[in-house]
């Protein structure tokens, strides 16, 4: 059974950091390329960041360029999103995706990010 489970959300202070994880089981972790996403309600969901299967190659969206860092464990079957200096516009329901090809991908169920004083 394939399951991708986020956790790691909360509340934050503007300012603060928040460490995102995503548990990964039932499927080859490594043929995998990692997405984090956010959405906050009436709008679409937005990309926030990518890995490569290796871990090597990495993208962000402007937005977090320089906050947030993805990563990845293939030994662990995890994925996490280090975001630092959040602001209160990174507030969002954040998921975490793992995508072979366009066809083929898996959602995770989502965590709420919330940063507010």
């Known amino acids: 059974q394939v399951q991708l489970v986020e956790s790691g959300g909360g509340l934050v202070q503007p300012g603060g950091s928040l460490k995102l994880s995503c548990a990964a089981s039932?499927?080859?972790?490594?043929?995998?390329?990692i997405l984090w996403y956010r959405q906050t309600p009436g709008k679409e969901r937005e990309l926030v960041a990518s890995?490569?299967?290796?871990?090597?190659?990495?993208n962000y969206a402007d937005s977090v360029k320089g906050r947030f860092t993805i990563s990845r464990d293939n030994g662990k079957n995890m994925a996490y999103l280090q975001m630092n200096n959040l602001k209160p516009n990174d507030t969002a329901v954040y998921y975490c995706k793992a995508a072979q090809n366009v066809v083929k991908f898996y959602w995770g169920q989502g965590t709420q990010v919330t940063v507010s004083s």
């Open positions: 039932g499927f080859t972790f490594n043929h995998y390329t």
């Open positions: 890995i490569a299967t290796s871990g090597r190659a990495t």
